[in-house]
């Protein structure tokens, strides 16, 4: 990697003096190649992979999973555990309304208390840090932060355990991963999420994941050509590079975005394009934690409903 500093009025000398080879594995390439890629690789954790010693394989149960992080979020003794029989100082501020399964939950959820059967309510995970940042990188890893070892986001371990299905990518952040919940760890880079941006919240069935569509005037035929040059030289410049590690991540990266690039079933699975008003008024479009509107919560619904049926 060459590394970049601020020289004043003569820039960055750095990349003045950038071999020709370096500039290639940099990702220069990426001017007969996708776009799209160069976010991939932009997106992707910078630190060295390490593989990982195969242990048994369970399989899953569940075929998607939604997991939303509500930062600031209400307490659970307002909300699934108001504990009405404890001392005042203690207790939830708000009545209590009875579940189905027996249990008491806040009476502003009366809703969640009616379909308390379908859903399970943990009430034995306590955090003892008292640090936002580094709480949350414990609960995305599962691991407190350590200065010797730096573990993967739980997205990253499905990522790595059960791969992409298909076209479509295994890890999908919305809209980007939470830079305090860690990275890919000493997981391969390429186990990293796939952020789809944007605010979906203002632009409803117009949103449009970005960098996820051909640029205007380009045709698929013209990008396959393109892609044709890029394989060209490519594969002249791995005839002649010693260490190709670089250069396969890159492959991948590339591979990823071509797919997305001209799948139906991925731009599909992105759009909001079928979804009713009344979809729309369900789900809201107010601002929850640091993602708007369907965002939060409708476009993971689609997502799980559309990758399971891409399975």
Known sequence: MNRCSNTGANGCSGFRNLPRRQAL???????????????????????????????????????????????????????????????VEYRGSFGVVKTKTGDVFSDNLPKLAGISDKFTVVRSVVGKIPDHGLATYHL????????????????????????????????????????????TGFLPSIHGPFETGGDPGTQKKNFRVRDFSLPSGLSLEQLQRRRAVRDAVEKRIRSLEANP???????????????????????????????????????????????????????????????????
Do not use: W
């Not at 079928?274 to 008024?281: I, L, P, Y």
């Open 245 to 311: 590690v670089l250069l396969d991540t890159m492959d991948e990266f590339h591979a990823r975005a071509y797919s997305l690039l001209t799948s139906t079933n991925a731009q599909t699975a992105f759009s909001f394009e079928g979804e009713s008003d009344e979809t729309f008024e369900l789900y809201g479009s107010e601002v929850t934690g640091d993602v708007k509107g369907p965002d939060g919560r409708l476009h993971p619904k689609g997502l799980a409903e559309r990758l399971i049926i891409a399975r």
């Open 140 to 183: 995305y890893t599962g691991y407190t932060p350590s200065t010797v070892i730096d573990y993967p986001q739980m997205g990253s371990v499905v990522s790595h355990e059960l791969g992409s299905r298909g076209e479509l990518p295994c890890y999908i952040a919305l809209p980007g991963k939470n830079v305090s919940g860690g990275g």
């Open 25 to 87: 594995q940099a990702g220069v390439l990426g001017a007969l190649g996708l776009s799209m890629a160069d976010l991939f690789r932009l997106q992707a954790d910078e630190k060295s992979a390490m593989t990982i010693a195969s242990g048994k394989k369970i399989e899953p149960r569940a075929m998607s999973v939604i997991q939303i992080n509500l930062p600031g979020g209400f307490p659970h003794h307002e909300s699934f555990d108001p504990k009405p029989e404890a001392p």
